[in-house]
């Protein structure tokens, strides 16, 4: 199956810092889906981007289909980003919706 | 409804038990997925539904586990003899149509423990 390595593991920030978020996947994908976890375990979908970059307020991802890569920004973090996010990929092979998640990155913000 | 719910929020059973898992998706979406995610991991995917039949269940780890979704609406989660490696949250989700590349919104879960 398709392999998605996410890092860093674990990223521990201050409050209002900037950070970069990676997913690496190793095949054609037409699909990608970024997710925050929160600490109750609700999964909430913030991006669709099998390519292109989009923003939406504080966070905006950019996907390099081609190179098969993904990042995540995050900026002027806040206490509330904390959480688990994930990225999850989809072959081009595949049926839809069965998406491979990776092992997500734990992200801590401080006060 | 406003979200995908699922029910119960929590289930402990003992081996070998029978159990159900209830997921109604968002009013209107034709597409229901079911994953699963043990402690520290991603969830991993199980089954696919586009309207009442399973367009793919390659993810169900054996026929132990069986899903329905009998109106195109609801879908339940059926587990037999259950077993301690079973413990996992189970997540529903559910997307507008399938075939368009559409994000899915999930469920809070069902963390079910089997002891």
């Known amino acids: 199956g398709i392999q998605v390595e996410q890092s860093p593991p674990d990223l521990i920030l201050q409050e209002g810092a900037n950070s970069t978020l990676r997913c690496n996947f190793s095949d054609s994908v037409n699909n990608l889906q970024w997710f925050h976890q929160n600490p109750w375990g609700q999964l909430i979908n913030l991006f669709y981007i099998p390519s292109g970059t989009k923003q939406n307020g504080r966070l905006s991802a950019t996907t390099v289909a081609t190179e098969r890569y993904s990042l995540l920004y995050i900026s002027s973090s806040q206490t509330t980003d904390s959480g688990v996010y994930f990225c999850?990929?989809?072959?081009?092979?595949?049926?839809?919706?069965?998406?491979?998640f990776g092992a997500g990155t734990q992200v801590v913000v401080t006060p | 409804g406003a979200g995908v719910s699922q029910t119960p929020s929590n289930k402990v059973t003992e081996k070998g038990k029978y159990v159900e898992l209830r997921c109604d998706p968002i009013?209107?979406?034709?597409?229901l997925y079911w994953y699963r995610q043990s402690l520290g991991q991603g969830p991993e995917f199980l089954i696919y539904?586009?309207?009442?039949?399973?367009?793919?269940d390659s993810g169900l780890p054996n026929d132990r586990f069986f899903a329905v979704r009998p109106e195109g609406s609801v879908s339940t989660l059926k587990i037999q003899r259950t077993e301690r490696g079973d413990s996992a949250v189970y997540l529903c989700a559910s997307s507008l149509e399938a075939g368009t590349r559409e994000k899915l919104f999930f469920g809070s879960g069902t963390q079910l423990s089997v002891l």
């Open positions: 009013s209107g979406h034709t597409a």
């Open positions: 539904f586009q309207g009442t039949g399973a367009a793919d």
């Open positions: 999850a990929v989809e072959r081009t092979t595949d049926s839809w919706g069965k998406l491979q």
